[in-house]
């Protein structure tokens, strides 16, 4: 990933910038995304499970 400036040094560089932009970014907002859903489902899984088994006692 190359800067979006041609200098070679830091004096001269003004305001804000994103290198990052036109990488995958998407694809690890989106892994980081299904994680989280797996993880509320294996949460909500567990909890329904862990209610059931107090419940019976």
């Excluded at 800067?3 to 690890?28: M, N």
């Amino acid at each position: 990933m190359e800067a979006p400036f041609d200098s070679t040094t830091w004096d001269g560089i003004t305001g804000a910038f994103y290198a990052g932009y036109g990488s995958v970014e998407a694809l690890w907002l989106f892994a980081c995304l299904a994680l989280i859903v797996v993880a509320i489902l294996f949460g909500w899984r567990h909890e329904e499970h862990a209610y059931k088994a107090t419940r019976s006692k």
